[in-house]
């Protein structure tokens, strides 16, 4: 099993900022990609971002596009997502998950809360 355990959830105003991280640890795998991934009450679950892990090639929904920066360190097995320029439109639950091929993501964390306030 892989545990995977997301920090640096908060408040924060319009226009700030905040750092996700998402430490894995158990079982070791090469990981393909991580993604990170917001659901907002009421609705379904939204893909955000996603960096290979090889590479660091990076994908992004369009919502978040040049405001959200992946990122990982392979030698901590942690990834990143800086958030910038933040609107209230953001406020979700924002969960990282694992993936070991490009289809499926295996494992994922239990999330972490963002609230924006206006």
């Known amino acids: 099993q892989v545990q995977l355990v997301e920090s640096g959830g908060g408040l924060v105003q319009a226009g700030g900022s905040l750092r996700l991280s998402c430490a894995a640890s158990?079982?070791?795998?090469?990981?393909?990609?991580m993604g990170w991934f917001r659901q907002a009450p009421g609705k379904e679950r939204e893909f955000v971002a996603r960096i290979r892990w090889n590479d660091g090639g990076t994908t992004y929904a369009d919502s978040v596009k040049g405001r959200f920066t992946s990122s990982r360190d392979n030698t901590k097995n942690t990834g990143y997502l800086q958030m910038s320029s933040l609107k209230p439109e953001d406020t979700a639950i924002y969960y990282c998950?694992?993936?070991?091929?490009?289809?499926?993501?295996?494992?994922w964390g239990q999330g972490t809360q963002v609230t924006v306030s206006s």
């Open positions: 158990g079982r070791t795998f090469t990981y393909y990609a």
């Open positions: 998950a694992v993936a070991a091929t490009p289809l499926i993501y295996n494992y």
